[in-house]
């Protein structure tokens, strides 16, 4: 009996990040807009076996999913898109393929046979692909391939998909994005590269159904008829995917492009209910047509691949947008940063965010970024390290333990107000292993946690080894640092706040990967708007 969901799988050509996952998520964000319940897949060529252990620098932010599973950063992309929360069956790498693959074998599951490529590694990742239409009652999975066409690691993954164009019940169409280059100097499109990029497709045995074009201008008729001739696809199936002035444009120009359309009629379904994408579009409208604006300075050690902070940057846009706000991001590198030039570089910022982290390197600058937000009344947001950075800095400077450090940077120190936790400590393996998914808290009435999430117990996700050490927390709330928000089943404290500060809050967890367009994370929003009246304040202060 054919199976009731529908496959869509989506590959790239010519070039990587072309922007295979934003067309995806637009694409499911259409869908599910006519009624239809889609989610999104992304399967990874690389042999880790997850991003965890990724420098930032080499692929971006490392997601994760409130089941704790660590994940490309397109996953927030789904999630931000579909405001529906993904899991670990949303991402699959060829290091976990392989791993499982292995494993049985050592198990005898294969005893003997010879284990080969194909059909073992293309039937798991088979049932990768199938798993999430099989147990999560989805119309529709979009399967997104890393990589590009050609590449020799993606080459399992395109087999995967030709056996299963071939299976008899199974449903599935092929949407290859591509480039189609601007030539200055002949002042032309050029198709070729297209040409190319189906054609080792071809060679692959996957005729794709749908061609998407990335492209820098308008494509005329005439370009998009050449294509469809030369790649075997009907000149409808060709699709413009023109640069856009934000990702959020994409579904809108997706949809002027009829895309859902000529999926829908791929798929022998119904059109449905026509998208009309209403609260997206009041979202995109404030985003384009702000009232007002705010300097942000986010303080990193990553700042040179802006992708390694997407989930915050992403989150202070779906802010700014709640507030009628521009919020023009200062990218600051932490290391830049010294006790003697730390107001030179943040004096004119009206909100302060230091962002998450690993490592001794930038961690001085990061606490003398919070050593001036404190004293000097700047709306301040610390996240994970940036709490951790937080609490230093007021051990050092206000409790006058001079030497307090956290244990990752400072194994020795005398006063360590930051240490391992407890669970960690057995630990030495570094895959997977931090304190990784959604975790309860309690929230503290008469705070800024409270007034943002308006209530006492919510969940937010986690990625640290590292806790706040609650030998101090009296010393710590007696002199004005309150922790006020309280994981309940072991006591680890997730927020801190000051008091007689105008906004002054530090997380333990990550709650920028919560975020969506059209559900921004509450505490990013009153950040955003605590350093708005900050600074209204400052360019009309009150008359004596």
């Known amino acids: 009996m054919p199976s009731s969901t ?26 599910q807009a006519r009624g239809y319940s889609v989610t999104i897949q992304k399967l990874d060529p690389y042999i880790n076996v997850d991003p965890g252990t990724l420098n930032p620098y080499e692929h971006g932010e490392c997601f994760v999913t409130d089941d704790g599973a660590e994940t490309d950063l397109d996953l927030g992309h789904y999630e931000r898109f579909l405001n529906v929360s993904t899991s670990q069956a949303n991402n699959v790498t060829t290091g976990r393929i392989y791993q499982y693959v292995i494993n049985q074998e050592r198990e005898g599951a294969y005893l003997g046979k010879t284990v080969q490529v194909i059909p073992h590694i293309t039937d798991e990742i ?15 999975v979009i399967t997104e391939i890393g990589g590009t066409v050609g590449d020799i690691e993606s080459l399992p993954y ?17 949407l290859h994005l591509t480039l189609v280059p601007y030539l200055a100097t002949s002042g032309e499109l050029k198709t070729k590269p297209t040409q190319h990029s189906v054609k080792a497709l071809l060679e692959s045995g996957v005729q794709p159904d749908i061609l998407a074009l990335r492209t820098e201008y308008k494509l005329t008729d005439g370009v998009k008829e050449k294509v469809a001739l030369f790649c075997n696809i009907e000149p409808k199936a060709v699709i413009q995917a023109i640069d856009a002035e934000t990702i959020y444009d994409v579904p809108n120009l997706m949809r002027e492009e009829e895309l859902d359309k000529v999926v829908l009629n791929k798929l022998s379904l119904p059109y449905k209910d026509e998208p009309t994408l209403t609260a ?21 050690k990553y700042i040179e691949l802006k992708d390694s902070y997407k989930s915050i940057a992403e989150a202070i846009i779906h802010a700014g947008a709640s507030n009628e706000t521009e919020v023009d991001i200062k990218w600051i590198h932490s290391e830049s940063i010294t006790g003697d ?4 570089i943040l004096s004119k910022l009206d909100g ?13 600058g990061k606490i003398s970024t919070i050593k001036y937000a404190r004293e000097n009344k700047v709306p301040f947001f ?13 051990a050092r400077n206000v409790l006058g333990y001079a030497k307090a450090h956290s244990t990752e940077m400072e194994p020795n120190t005398p006063d360590p107000v930051i240490y391992l936790m407890e669970e960690q400590r057995s630990i030495t393996e570094k895959g997977g292993t931090m304190r990784l998914g959604a975790y309860p808290c309690s929230v503290e009435k008469n705070s800024n946690a409270f007034d943002s999430y308006n209530k006492e117990e919510i969940s937010e996700r986690h990625r640290h080894r590292y806790e706040f050490n609650n030998k101090y927390k009296e010393e710590f709330e007696k002199a004005g640092m309150k922790a006020t928000g309280i994981n309940p089943n072991n006591d680890l404290v997730e927020i801190v706040e000051l008091e007689n500060h105008p906004w002054f809050v530090s997380v333990q967890f990550h709650p920028e990967y919560k975020s969506t367009v059209i559900n921004p ?3 990013f929003v009153n950040f955003i708007k605590a350093s708005m009246l900050i600074k209204e304040q400052k360019m009309h202060p009150a008359s004596n």
């Open 341 to 344: 030039n730390v107001e030179e």
């Open 158 to 174: 395109v087999e995967a998909v030709r056996q299963l164009k071939w299976e008899p019940n199974f449903d599935c169409i092929v």
């Open 382 to 394: 610390g996240i994970c390290l940036g709490m951790q950075g937080a609490v230093i800095e007021f």
């Open 521 to 523: 994370h509450p505490l």
């Open 6 to 31: 529908k496959y869509i799988f989506v590959t790239g050509g010519v070039t990587s990040s072309l922007g295979k996952g934003i067309i995806a998520a637009s694409l499911a964000k259409l869908l």
């Open 280 to 300: 997206w579009n009041e979202v995109l409208n404030r985003i384009k047509n702000p009232k007002h604006k705010v300097a942000i300075g986010l303080i990193g």
């Open 126 to 140: 088979k049932r990768r692909i199938k798993l999430l239409g099989n147990t999560g009652n989805y119309d529709i």
């Open 352 to 364: 302060i965010l230091v962002a998450p982290g690993f490592g001794e390197r930038g961690i001085e």
